[in-house]
């Protein structure tokens, strides 16, 4: 990897860090899912310096060229990702059923008293 394309990851890493905890600061991220983006910006970073560690884990998985390595990781960390997401918006239509059923009956019960 050439000095630019190293620079270049460094400063995507970084990026990314300072934009997450901006994120959390102005709570439009919770805490619970910033350590997973944070952890994914050291990644980065530790990989674009460590160029050789990359290499090792291509050739430990099998891969002909780390950067296609690297392109498979991204994937199976996104369908984790989106994964997780779609177990917590289950969970959270779930609960909105509930509520909104719960408040219907309140409401009945309301207008039978009157």
């Not at 899912?33 to 099998?62: E, K």
Request: with cysteine; charged share 20%.
């Amino acid at each position: 990897m050439n000095l630019r394309m190293k620079m270049i990851a460094v400063l995507i890493g970084c990026v990314l860090f300072v934009y997450i905890i901006e994120l959390v600061r102005r709570r439009k991220l919770r805490e619970e899912y910033s350590w997973l983006w944070l952890a994914t910006g050291a990644t980065i970073v530790i990989l674009s310096l460590w160029y050789d560690l990359l290499v090792a884990i291509s050739n430990f998985i099998g891969g002909i060229l780390p950067s296609s390595v690297l392109f498979f990781c991204g994937m199976v960390f996104l369908i984790l990702i989106l994964l997780h997401m779609s177990v917590k918006i289950s969970m959270l239509t779930d609960q909105i059923k509930t509520i909104a059923q719960e408040t219907a009956i309140l409401k009945g019960e309301k207008q039978k008293k009157k």
